[in-house]
């Protein structure tokens, strides 16, 4: 069999982590999601979520994906044994990820599609209502979104194609800091607006009457997303980390990455649209009124706006590619298809779907499901059922399935690393971990 490829280095494995956790997630759907659900709130179960269950639940995916040094369905049937039924989740992760990767598709193309009109100028000297017609007009194009959904798949398949360490590590290492640098500059703006400090109560001050089971699972299900975890996109990549790599470092540095940016997308938003009269409940348009507004009043606003587009379609991209090496990884290893194959299948199979995502954004378009866009379905079975399901699955797995003394072995690299701190996170894994997601989890099948 041919060698896996590995990251080249502890460095490798944050940033190509961090590129994969680091997207859409935190710009656009992370300020939506706390918008929708009362803010201060939100914020609060879901930093308790990300901190305490996130990062122990992408350890266990580097665990699995480590010691398999396969895709997650070949890493599951090895770690488990014939004739087992744990394979399931491996293939639940690779319908995730499918899934995921249609409706993520869509925003990604607005991206594109904003990185264009920023360049022409579009924003400029407008005011609130014809910011937020142009992205009515824009979702509502006849064929603009769509080409713009798949010239991205086609340069996440172009870069998946080429392999894990020149496609992905080398396009992140330089431009996710850049984002934040910028993130930063807008983070100012948005709080020397008049109006400001509304925004930040709204998004800092927790109304605890206002914690729901919808506001848990939502919390849950962000978090889950945001970081990449509960499918096997981790597993994935953790089978790319090499023996002496330190994961649980690795997953420390990127969880607290992605939650500040998500909180700082956060600082940029609220702030901004209560200065503006954006509502936070805006949903899908808030990042996209909201962001065009802010960069029109800043001083140079046309460039920022233009570099900031630029990266967020880099930090999008950094996130598809993972999802697509899900798949590919899965059809190359278990179907024995080769890279460029399994990366046009994988991209072929997505726009099937995901065109339907995009269109379901058209005023009157028939692709509504219960009072719900097609899109906002393939994002809700992903984010408040796969992927929480996936994640119980995976702690349960890792804390007691595996050998413990197998992943005590992974988490120490053979005991070379110290012990106690490993301990707690394997007591997270069996005990807290499960109970919280599952409690959660079933409380909203029930309501
Ligand atoms: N975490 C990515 C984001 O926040 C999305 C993603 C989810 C990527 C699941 C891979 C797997 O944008």
């Not at 939506?32 to 201060?40: L, Q, V």
């Not at 605890?208 to 509960?230: E, T, Y």
């Not at 993972?322 to 726009?351: D, F, M, N, P």
């Not at 779907?353 to 379905?377: M, Y």
Request: with cysteine; glycine share 10%.
């Amino acid at each position: 069999m041919k060698q896996r490829e590995n990251f080249s280095s502890k460095l490798g494995i944050i940033v190509a982590t961090a590129g994969s956790a680091l997207g859409l997630g935190n710009i656009y759907r992370f300020p939506c999601e706390a918008g929708a659900n009362g803010g201060g709130a939100f914020l609060i179960v879901y930093l308790a979520i990300a901190l305490v269950i996130g990062t122990p639940l992408m350890i266990s995916e580097f665990v699995i994906g480590r010691r398999a040094k396969s895709n997650p369905v070949g890493a599951f049937r090895l770690l488990s044994g014939k004739k087992s039924a744990w394979p399931v989740v491996g293939y639940l992760g690779v319908l995730c990820a499918f899934l995921i990767l249609a409706f993520y598709t869509t925003v990604a193309g607005w991206t594109l599609g904003y990185l264009g009109k920023s360049i022409a100028g579009h924003f400029n000297h407008q005011d609130l209502t014809q910011i937020q017609g142009q992205f009515d007009s824009f979702t509502n194009h006849p064929w603009l979104p769509l080409a713009c959904q798949l010239v991205f798949l086609a340069l996440t398949a172009f870069v998946v194609a080429r392999g894990v360490k020149d496609g992905i590590e080398r396009w992140s290492k330089i431009l996710m800091p850049l984002l934040l640098v910028i993130m930063v500059v807008l983070c100012v703006k948005s709080l020397t607006l008049s109006g400001a400090a509304e925004g930040l109560r709204f998004f800092f001050k927790p109304d605890f009457s206002k914690i729901n089971g919808r506001v848990l699972i939502s919390a849950l299900g962000q978090s889950f997303f945001s970081l990449s975890i509960g499918m096997g996109a981790l597993i994935t990549y953790g089978s790319y980390i090499s023996k002496k790599d330190n994961m649980v470092s690795s997953a420390v540095s990127v969880v607290l990455a992605d939650t500040m940016v998500a909180v700082l997308a956060g600082v940029i938003i609220f702030p901004a649209a209560f200065s503006f009269g954006i509502q936070p409940e805006a949903g899908a348009s808030l990042a996209f009124t909201t962001l065009p507004m802010v960069f029109q009043q800043m001083t140079g606003g046309y460039f920022f706006c233009i570099i900031f587009f630029l990266l967020l379609v880099i930090a999008t991209l950094t996130s598809t590619i993972s999802l697509l090496e899900v798949i590919v990884a899965t059809l190359t290893e278990e179907l024995q298809l080769t890279r460029s194959k399994a990366s046009i299948v994988g991209a072929v199979g997505t726009a099937a779907i995901g065109v339907l995502a995009t269109l379901s954004f058209r005023t009157g378009s028939p692709l509504h499901i219960a009072g719900n866009t097609f899109f906002d379905l393939l994002d809700h079975v992903t984010a408040l059922y796969f992927m929480p399901l996936g994640g119980l699955l995976i702690v349960l797995f890792v804390g007691w399935k595996m050998e413990r003394a197998d992943t005590m072995d992974e988490l120490t690299n053979g005991g070379s690393l110290k012990a106690g701190l490993r301990k707690a996170i394997m007591f997270i894994i069996r005990y807290l971990a499960p109970v919280a997601i599952g409690v959660i989890f079933i409380s909203q099948l029930l309501a």
